[in-house]
C-alpha cells in the first residue's frame, strides 16, 4: 500500500517563501513520477509540478521562476519550494505519484494513483 505524507504547509505574507515535503512509502515502480497538486474549494485540482525519476522536471505556467520541484530518491521524498508567494497560491497542496512507466508528461489528476492527505498553504497580502 503506497502512503503519502505531506508536511511544511502554513501561512506566509506575499513575497513570503515555503518549502513542502511529501514522504513516499510502499511505491514499488522501478520509475516514477512524483508531483504536487493544489485545490482551493470549489475548483478542481491543479497540477502544479512534476518530476520524474530521471530528474526531469515540468511546471503549470503559474509557477515557473517561483516553484522548484526536486526529490531525494535516498529519502523517498519530494519537495516543493515556493518562492515569491502570493495569495493567489493560497491552496491545499497536494503530492502525488503514479507509475513512470509511461515516460508521458502530465500534470492531470486523473493521471496520478496515489495521493497524501493534504497540506494547507495559506499567503496573506
Known amino acids: 500500500q503506497v502512503q503519502l505524507v505531506e508536511s511544511g504547509g502554513g501561512s506566509v505574507q506575499t513575497g513570503g517563501s515555503l518549502r513542502l515535503s511529501c514522504v513516499v512509502s510502499?511505491?514499488?515502480?522501478?520509475?516514477?513520477?512524483m508531483a504536487w497538486f493544489r485545490q482551493v474549494p470549489g475548483k478542481e485540482r491543479e497540477g502544479v509540478a512534476t518530476i520524474y525519476s530521471g530528474g526531469q522536471t515540468y511546471y503549470a505556467d503559474s509557477v515557473k521562476g517561483r516553484f522548484t520541484i526536486s526529490r531525494d530518491s535516498t529519502k523517498n521524498t519530494v519537495y516543493l519550494q515556493m518562492n515569491n508567494l502570493s495569495p493567489e497560491d493560497t491552496a491545499t497542496y497536494y503530492c502525488?505519484?503514479?507509475?513512470?512507466?509511461?515516460?508521458?508528461?502530465?500534470?492531470?489528476?486523473?493521471?496520478?494513483?496515489?495521493w497524501g492527505q493534504g497540506t494547507q498553504v495559506t499567503v496573506s497580502s
Open positions: 502525488a505519484v503514479r507509475d513512470g512507466r509511461w515516460s508521458t508528461v502530465s500534470l492531470s489528476a486523473s493521471s496520478f494513483s496515489d
Open positions: 510502499g511505491a514499488t515502480y522501478s520509475k516514477i513520477w
